[in-house]
């Protein structure tokens, strides 16, 4: 059964008043179900009931283990529910149900989100400022401590993504209410019904109402305002660089916090040792739920020299990819999110085309396929990295593939982006492979290894966003920081 609620406030599931949002299944293209969305006097009530908890101080001035307790009667709750919210992201985002990335839709974000509590709970409310000993006295012969304060900043509006609907969701509300905020959750409304799962589980974890509200909706309405009300202190979004710039822009004038986790374009260098590489990285956009991944390596920097002999063997490797329906066991890559992003794909491919690129496999819809949102598993064979399909974010599975002349040209290309969320250096050398690492102008440089932990960050530079999620830092970024000076 899905979710027929869209709207949660007061602690108290609300039928939507809104305009209808039609959620659609990826995979066979027919509707999964249609319900009314919020509308905006219902978001404005969703503010008001996260003003008023946090306002009232019963959820900020638990004492941080009491209120660390209650998220992990929450998580609790939503991994007794882990089996229906696999459900709905299936039907929902279009994931292959029995894909090794359907672990990282659910399980994944609930192991990490205990995870959060435990390091929440390692780093001290408050500490000390490095004084050093001269500074200990002051001009008046006073001895002087200062200290560091961390408290919540009051409540948070999180817009999360479609690509891992409930993923994202959690990665806004956990840490939010964690630190003592209050939190309205708007999800994506080609993906919102994972998101009610969450109301659900904050009822049964007797989570104090209006810490945690949830509205979705079909239109901008909603998501315009959480950015605008001066009621709202923080945003936390993860989507688009255009909608993240529109974001930043309805936040200035009442100097929100901001949290963007925006798109990417990021560089998989390989050194001349590590070309036995090539293939599985690739491998790993197409079945990372179809390159829907903001982090995805897409552009592919080889040696010139060993680039055609590369692009043969991906073309064999890749055309073996089990494109199919979610719901096939043996099914390896599923559907992209709708019809809009499949012409995006074809419009990417035409585009790198028309600039000096070929298609060395895949490229159009798959003919077996009529019946979805679908597109062939694509490489690119790139003439360079000004190319269109080069510089811009597909958000399909599409990779493209570079020629470099030597590490110098291939670090040179690789920082030519607006982008700056990831990066991927593969190399037997690791001395080499590091160093190259260092040169990568980007939020997070994996190298010969990725991380999925909740005690390491990940956040982007330049168009791919500010702020960072997870470790310490995505934590004290929802709290404020007071420095307080003691004389005596």
């Known amino acids: 059964m899905m979710p027929q609620h869209t709207v949660f406030f007061d602690g108290q599931l609300h039928a939507g008043e809104g305009e209808p949002i039609q959620v659609d299944n990826p995979s066979n293209g027919q509707i999964v179900t249609t319900v009314n969305g919020a509308s905006l006097d219902q978001v404005k009530g969703a503010i008001a009931s996260a003003r008023s908890a946090f306002n009232n101080g019963a959820w900020s001035g638990l004492p941080r283990v009491e209120r660390a307790e209650k998220v992990r009667a929450l998580i609790a709750a939503l991994a007794a529910r882990s089996a229906a919210i696999t459900d709905i992201v299936v039907a929902e985002a279009g994931c292959p149900r029995h894909s090794p990335v359907m672990a990282a839709q659910v399980l994944v974000p609930l192991h990490q989100a205990n995870d959060l509590i435990d390091l929440y709970l390692s780093m001290p409310e408050t500490e000390d400022n490095p004084l050093p000993a001269k500074d200990r006295v002051n001009a008046m012969g006073q001895v002087v401590q200062s200290l560091r304060r961390y408290s919540p900043i009051g409540v948070v509006a999180g817009i999360a993504a479609y690509n891992f609907p409930f993923y994202t969701a959690l990665w806004k509300v956990i840490p939010a209410i964690l630190t003592g905020n209050t939190v309205i959750l708007r999800p994506s409304p080609l993906t919102p019904l994972s998101a009610m799962m969450l109301a659900e589980a904050a009822q049964a974890a ?31 979004f993860t989507g688009s660089s255009k909608v993240g710039e529109l974001i930043m822009a309805q936040a200035a004038p009442t100097m929100k916090r901001l949290q963007l986790e925006l798109g990417g374009k990021s560089a998989q260098i390989f050194l001349p040792d590590a070309l036995d590489q090539v293939i599985p990285a690739a491998m ?35 055309s073996s990819i089990k494109v199919g329906s979610t719901e096939d066991p043996e099914t390896q ?19 790198a085309q028309e600039h000096g690129g070929r298609v060395v496999v895949g490229g159009q819809r798959p003919d077996s396929l009529a019946d979805g949102f679908f597109f062939q598993a694509t490489v690119l064979d790139l003439p360079d990295n000004k190319n269109p399909a080069a510089q811009d974010e597909i958000f399909g599975p599409v990779v493209s593939v570079i020629g470099y002349k030597d590490l110098d040209h291939a670090i040179e290309m690789a920082n030519d982006s607006r982008f700056g969320l990831s990066g991927y250096v593969h190399g037997k050398d690791k001395r080499t492979a590091y160093d190259l690492a260092l040169r990568m102008k ?7 290894a990725g991380m999925m932990s909740a005690y390491v960050s990940s956040g982007g530079q330049r168009a791919s966003g ?11 970024i929802f709290e404020q920081m007071t420095c307080i000076n003691l004389g005596g």
Not at 285 to 304: I, K, S
Not at 470 to 475: A, N, P, S, V
Request: net charge negative; proline share 3%; charged share 15%.
């Open 206 to 236: 007797d989570i104090p109402n209006g810490v945690v509200n949830i509205v979705c909706e079909t239109g901008l309405e909603g998501g315009q305002l959480l950015s605008t009300d001066v009621a709202v202190d923080m945003v936390a």
């Open 284 to 318: 790993g956009v197409f079945m990372g739920h179809a390159g829907q991944g903001c982090a995805h390596g897409t552009r592919l920097f080889v040696p010139e020299e060993a680039k055609e002999a590369l692009l043969q063997q991906l073309a064999g490797a890749v």
């Open 466 to 476: 500010i702020g960072r999620e997870r470790g310490e830092e995505g934590l004290r």
């Open 333 to 351: 890559m599923g559907p992209v999110i709708s019809a809009t992003q499949v012409a995006r794909c074809e419009h990417y491919v035409a585009a």
């Open 442 to 448: 980007t939020g997070t440089v994996n190298v010969n």
